[in-house]
Structure formats: C-alpha cells, structure tokens
C-alpha cells in the first residue's frame, strides 16, 4: 500500500512545536520550571501532586487536563495548590493537550507567584506524548498495578519523557509484580530515563523526588 504524508497532521505538529518553545522561552524567563507530567488513568499523579505540598516549600501551580470534570482541580486546590482546570470535552473529549492551550491556561491563571508549575496531562499512554506543551522536562507515572509490560507496549511516552516515576510502591508486597522487571523494561526503552519509585501514601520515596525537583529548580 502507498504511504502518503498527511499535510495537515504535520502543520499542527508544526505549530505546536512553535508554540511550545515560546512557551518554554517565556516560562524560563519568568522563572518557571515547566513540568509535563505523564500516565494512564490512575498511576496516581493527582495524589503525587498533593503529597509534594508536604516535602516542599516551593510554590506550586497546576494546570488540570481531563475530558470532563473539575475533580482533580479542585483535590489539589484544597491542597494549598495554584490550580487551572482544561476539559477538552467541549473540543471533541481530546486525548492530550496542546501547547497553545497550555499558554492561554497560564495567562489566565496568572503564574507571577509560582515556581514550579505541572501540566497534569489527560491519562493516556498515547497521545499526550505526541505533543510537546513547552515544559522543561517530561515526566511520566508508572504504578506498580499497570505491571512490567507498559515501557514495551507504549515506548513513545517513555522514550519522551526524562523521569519515570514508579508509584504505588506500597502496593508491592500484595502483588505478583517484579519491580526490577520493570525497570529493566524502562531502560530497553530509554536508557537515559532516570528511575525513581515512591508512595505517596506512605511517604517512601519522597525525599528522591524533592531531591530531583530542588536540583531542577537550580538551574
């Protein structure tokens, strides 16, 4: 079968890239360290989100993707968190979220008071990582639940991202679950990815995470 270019799919790819670095441009110049955080439904990023609280002083916005609902905006709002709701349901019920609207979200949100700023993107292994939303670094969730497999069978989203959170660590003694499986997995993928595995329940792991968020912030 003859392969032929979709014109129109490579101009929007196009402008989002376009978009995306002058977003990170303006976001750097503010002093805004632009996190892309990645997962299925239900790794737990929500949940991270408002453990972080607990382990930093940095303030914090978040930027809430999800089809319908304002759920998780107004978890991590009660957490003390910056939030902004985006439901791309009115949009068709969109599978990912897109540069330009992750700019207007932090115009009207208004990120002069914040530090760190994540971009909770809609739960999926496919989509999202397929559009750059102009953050200084991608980052993606993998609960100890969603097996050693997922690196293997959605590589992009793994091959895109420069940390790999392992959560849900306390659910491991309940499991049939090799852990070190799935870091193997994660390297084959990427072996770049740096590797930290956490609870956000139980606190374990959360010092690492800090560890990587102050360093990133440093710069």
Request: aromatic share 6%; charged share 30%; proline share 3%.
């Amino acid at each position: 079968m003859e392969k032929k270019e979709i014109k129109v799919m490579q101009k929007i790819i196009s402008e989002n890239d376009r978009l995306a670095d002058e977003l990170r441009k303006s976001m750097t110049d503010k002093g805004v360290f632009l996190i892309n955080m990645m997962s299925s439904p239900g790794s737990g990023k929500t949940s991270l989100i408002e453990s972080t609280v607990k382990y930093t002083d940095t303030k914090i916005g978040v930027i809430e993707g999800d089809i319908h609902t304002t759920l998780d905006a107004e978890r991590v709002a009660a957490a003390g968190v910056k939030a902004y709701q985006i439901n791309t349901g009115p949009f068709g019920g969109d599978c990912h979220l897109e540069a330009g609207w992750i700019a207007a979200a932090a115009k009207e949100m208004g990120v002069d008071d914040v530090e760190l700023l994540f971009v909770e993107n809609i739960g999926n292994l496919v989509c999202p990582a397929e559009f750059d939303v102009g953050s200084h670094k991608n980052m993606i969730l993998l609960s100890v639940t969603e097996g050693e497999d997922k690196p293997l069978k959605y590589p992009l989203a793994f091959r895109e991202s420069q940390l790999c959170i392992i959560s849900k660590i306390d659910l491991l003694p309940y499991l049939d679950i090799d852990i070190n499986k799935i870091r193997e997995n994660l390297k084959k993928v990427n072996p770049a990815i740096e590797i930290i595995e956490l609870s956000s329940k139980t606190g374990d792991g959360m010092e690492k995470w800090r560890d990587f968020l102050d360093m990133n912030l440093k710069k």
